[in-house]
């Protein structure tokens, strides 16, 4: 139990473009997932705290206009970023807390690579 | 300010032996700890939890250790085996919280 799924799991994309992923909760519903960033060899940085049918509550330092956060139903959070460039390259993670066992799952991650 | 930090970097064992990750965390107020295993390319992986009002918990394999008058936390690991090979991460999370501070990770190696 308990799987978070991510999609894509690879992208590569022009600048200027957009970006869409999908972090969705297989067996369980989610009313809050979390959106992480992780460079090589670093540790994740939050990013932001999607709750379903509210606003994302943003981490200092991000730009919520350049990631938007949709957190539509309990089972899926999209992540956009938007006119992507290539510093916005790097490992994507989401999470989803089982309020049941009040613990954090990590989806398997979103490679992005901005051209 | 919140931090959670490690006290190495790297750690290489043989396959077989113990191995002993630590973390120091400076929040005082956290009430809940977690233990993270990351693969190379993957996402985290949950392998053990530890509420403030605990000081051991074991799993299979795994036993993690928490002394809040240090603010310590330790993850255990026996009879290491080449799949332990990974970054592990540990990660609290402040009393009233819903997010989690990370450490800045331990690469675990396995030596056959």
Known sequence: ?115 | GESVGLHLPTLSVQEGDNSIINCAYSNSASDYFIWYKQESGKGPQFIIDIRSNMDKRQGQRVTVLLNKTVKHLSLQIAATQPGDSAVYFCAERPEGAQKLVFGQGTRLTINP
């Not at chain 1, 539509?72 to 066992?101: K, N, R």
């Open chain 1, 1 to 115: 139990g308990a799987v978070v799924s991510q999609h894509p799991s690879r992208v590569i994309c022009k600048s200027g473009t957009s970006v869409k992923i999908e972090c969705r909760s297989l067996d369980f519903q989610a009313t809050t997932m979390f959106w992480y960033r992780q460079f090589p060899k670093k540790s994740l940085m939050l990013m932001a705290t999607s709750n379903e049918g509210s606003k994302a509550t943003y981490e200092q330092g991000v730009e919520k206009d350049k990631f938007l956060i949709n957190h539509a139903s309990l089972t899926l959070s999209t992540l956009t970023v938007t006119s992507a460039h290539p510093e916005d390259s790097s490992f994507y993670i989401c999470s989803a807390l089982l309020s049941s066992h009040d613990t954090q799952y990590f989806g398997p991650g979103t490679r992005l690579t901005v051209l």
